[in-house]
């Protein structure tokens, strides 16, 4: 009996452990233990709280800290007194994280889809009044406009209330002259901050690239850096800046890092279905296709849908089109549990008038969307019937 008890407590910390009572009850237990509460705001279709559920609440140091910490619920925000939660809380995207006092106060605010090792300072964050909203707001109030904590204020306000966070990014952008840029501080603004290299962070990181690259930190400046390149490559498209484009291709395609040579392909496609012609268009989705995306269904499920509709902007084409429908095939064969994937198919093979493949896709897409939103299963409802009626 002693053996199986101590099982079931091991057991229980290799998972967060939920209490499945009222709001209410959370409250006075929170009240009762002095702890926060934990509220997991999920939907049942949401495919990020599921991933979070299997990949990350699972994990014993997770379930460790949050076990120990604090009053664990979770409500589905279309159901029950989830239902006037989500609105109490202005809660619109799955999964969002709160946590809150003992009177439902909101004390720390996050959200996404996020890796076990985020998720854990997350919640260390929420437990450390450094971060916890009540605290920041005070001080903001109060007249505190210390860069250090502004860059708090505006970390901790940007997932609770973006206006006041923008409102205290105007207060930061007053005290970042050059001198303040190149501080520790300075250094954090533009890695928390910069967004293009177009902004005022961004582009005074690349203005002083090379001082950077020797005083912050190797893996934050290579994230810092490849973050504001993704964003530079669309405009170089946009703008038809091929020199451009091509040098910072290079960042992508000689990277080791299996994911940035993806980037560069992915770049690749871009640019030529902007500006090159269906020929080109064809011999580079061929040869990633059977090569480095051989293996990669939502990446070719993505060309296929981009340039098979009006997305792209490229006038319709039968070569590209039938391109398109080769890309989504794969990608199907790949992963036909993946509604994006079938819908995918099934509208090129409507557009094409492949009747009974459209059929085949559209009714498999049909059933994946039993876990999708309601807006989603009627639009695979009128997918079905566009391809019955072809």
Known sequence: MILWVSCLSVHAQQEIQFDRISFEEAKVKARESNKLIFFDAYTSWCAPCKWMENNVFNRVEIATFYNDHFINTKFDCEAGEGISLARQYEIKSFPTYLFLDGDGTLVYRTQSRMEAAEFLAEAKRAIDPNYQLPVLDARYTSGDRDPTFLLRYIFGMGKADPDRAKQATADLDNIADPSFLKSRDGWEAIYQLARSTDDKYGKFFFDNIAYFRTVAPKEAFEEKQTQLLRYAMYGYIRNKNEKQFNETLQHFSNNEDMEMKMDAAMFEVEWVGAHGTDDEFVVLTEKLRKGLLKQEAEKLSFIARRYAGKISGRPESDKVMEQCYTLAKQAVN???????????????????????????????????AELETSKIQKIADDMVARAKNL
């Open 334 to 368: 790949l992963d036909p549990n993946s509604y994006s994937n079938q819908g995918t198919f099934a509208e090129i093979c409507i557009s094409m008038k492949r009747k009974s493949e459209a059929i085949a896709a559209a009714e498999a897409a049909r059933a994946l």
